[in-house]
């Protein structure tokens, strides 16, 4: 079987859709025969793919493209020509939410992380809802179309009309970096740490406003705050409050194990990986109450309403008293191999459905 992913998304620093492609095509390389890592990229996004995928065992067709983001969504809308052409025979197509050209023949695929733009659209941006909506339309003509949890599977049948029996689930899994042995980061006293892309979805200014009340109870205390830089426009300085920015995966597993509490307020999320990264370094966590992030926080996380913030100050009180490695073992079972078996399984589904 000659498995062909669109890799494009890795050609940007990597988030939580990146993390997951990239840990999907390295449990796939494990268990497929063949896997094609493809994705027409500009000069530095080549460099950024071969690096995201660097050590896994995959063949790469990265044709160089200045203005790759242009021509990929151009070749998207025209239909042509069919990604064989470029790629050479295939037996599925694995596309992302950045390029989904034509095919001639074989396994049409897909995975969706979450729709927020149809759920939510007010909490994300505009251009975000247009760039989607193309992408929604392709979904719905897939073979099989992959979702990262039980609850966004649940979306896509109700939001996009496909049909049940085409829609898989592959929960993601976890880097081994994100264990509890190992340095630990050292910010000069105790802290408070979430990781999140910095828009309104993620609700961090919820989270600020919390600590704020924690802190006068916990004056030692220090939140950290990781990640890209997005478009929330709401203030997040605070007294106490650091803005790390984007941090690489080996600074954030220190980041997590050096941490007394892990924080995660998000209003809506497709799974939640950073929920698991933390349980994963031992780390006890407060996580939103919305049900999207049930199966990342298992019954090893504390919950709270992630728009009270008084609720949300008294669960971090109270997981400061959690013992450390309450969560390793959920934690445990998200695995890229398991990610790569599920993908692999729905390949074979659908290609016996077609033949």
Same mark, same amino acid.
Request: charged letters at 25%; one cysteine or more.
């Given at each position: 079987?000659?498995?062909?992913? !669109?890799?494009?998304?890795?050609?940007?620093?990597?988030?939580?859709i990146g993390n997951y492609l990239r840990g999907m095509v390295g449990g796939l390389a494990q268990v497929a025969d063949e896997v094609v890592a493809f994705g027409p990229s500009g000069p530095r996004?080549?460099?950024?793919?071969?690096?995201?995928?660097?050590?896994? *065992? #995959?063949?790469?067709? =990265?044709?160089?493209?200045?203005?790759?983001?242009?021509?990929?969504?151009?070749?998207?809308?025209?239909?042509?020509?069919?990604?064989?052409? #470029?790629?050479? +025979?295939?037996?599925?197509?694995?596309?992302?939410?950045?390029?989904? *050209?034509?095919?001639?023949?074989? #396994?049409?695929?897909?995975?969706?992380? !979450?729709?927020?733009?149809?759920?939510?659209?007010?909490?994300?941006?505009?251009?975000?809802?247009?760039?989607?909506?193309?992408?929604?339309?392709?979904?719905?003509?897939?073979?099989?179309?992959?979702?990262?949890?039980?609850?966004?599977?649940?979306?896509?049948?109700? @939001?996009?009309?496909?049909?049940?029996?085409?829609?898989?689930?592959?929960?993601?899994?976890? !880097?081994?970096?994100?264990? *509890?042995?190992?340095?630990?980061?050292?910010?000069?006293?105790?802290? #408070?740490?979430?990781? %999140?892309?910095?828009?309104?979805?993620?609700?961090?200014?919820? @989270?600020?406003?919390?600590?704020? =009340?924690?802190?006068?109870?916990?004056?030692?205390?220090?939140?950290?705050?990781?990640?890209?830089?997005?478009?929330?426009?709401?203030?997040?300085?605070?007294?106490?409050?650091?803005?790390?920015?984007?941090?690489?995966?080996?600074?954030? %597993?220190?980041?997590?194990?050096?941490?007394?509490?892990?924080?995660?307020?998000?209003?809506?999320?497709?799974?939640?990986?950073?929920?698991?990264?933390?349980?994963?370094?031992?780390?006890?966590?407060?996580?939103?109450?919305?049900?999207?992030?049930?199966?990342?926080?298992?019954?090893?996380?504390?919950?709270?309403? +992630?728009?009270?913030?008084?609720?949300?100050?008294?669960?971090?009180?109270?997981?400061?008293?959690? +013992?450390?490695?309450?969560?390793?073992?959920?934690?445990?079972?998200?695995?890229?191999?398991?990610?790569?078996?599920?993908?692999?399984?729905?390949?074979?589904?659908?290609?016996?459905?077609?033949?």
């Open positions: 079987m000659r498995i062909v992913v !669109d890799v494009s998304p890795l050609s940007r620093p990597r988030t939580g996004g080549r460099t950024r793919i071969r690096e995201a995928l660097g050590g896994i *065992p #995959v063949e790469l067709v =990265l044709p160089l493209l200045p203005k790759a983001q242009w021509w990929r969504s151009a070749w998207s809308r025209l239909g042509r020509p069919p990604v064989e052409t #470029v790629v050479g +025979p295939l037996d599925v197509f694995h596309f992302s939410d950045w390029m989904y *050209p034509a095919q001639r023949g074989g #396994v049409r695929a897909t995975t969706v992380h !979450d729709l927020v733009p149809l759920r939510l659209p007010d909490l994300v941006e505009r251009r975000t809802l247009q760039m989607h909506r193309p992408k929604y339309e392709a979904t719905r003509s897939c073979d099989v179309v992959f979702a990262n949890s039980r609850f966004t599977a649940g979306e896509v049948v109700e @939001l996009l009309g496909v049909r049940e029996e085409r829609v898989a689930i592959a929960y993601p899994g976890i !880097d081994p970096l994100f264990r *509890p042995d190992g340095e630990r980061a050292d910010l000069g006293g105790p802290y #408070v740490l979430s990781v %999140a892309t910095l828009e309104p979805r993620k609700n961090l200014p919820a @989270l600020v406003e919390a600590f704020s =009340l924690l802190r006068k109870r916990r004056p030692e205390l220090t939140l950290a705050l990781a990640g890209l830089s997005g478009w929330e426009d709401r203030p997040l300085a605070a007294e106490g409050v650091r803005l790390l920015g984007y941090v690489p995966d080996e600074e954030l %597993a220190r980041l997590y194990r050096g941490a007394v509490a892990f924080a995660y307020p998000s209003r809506f999320e497709g799974f939640g990986i950073p929920v698991v990264e933390a349980l994963a370094c031992g780390t006890p966590a407060v996580v939103s109450s919305h049900t999207s992030l049930d199966e990342a926080s298992g019954a090893v996380t504390l919950r709270a309403d +992630p728009d009270d913030p008084e609720a949300f100050a008294s669960a971090l009180e109270e997981a400061l008293a959690v +013992p450390r490695g309450t969560g390793v073992e959920h934690a445990a079972q998200f695995t890229w191999r398991a990610c790569g078996e599920a993908v692999l399984a729905g390949y074979k589904r659908s290609l016996d459905s077609i033949a």
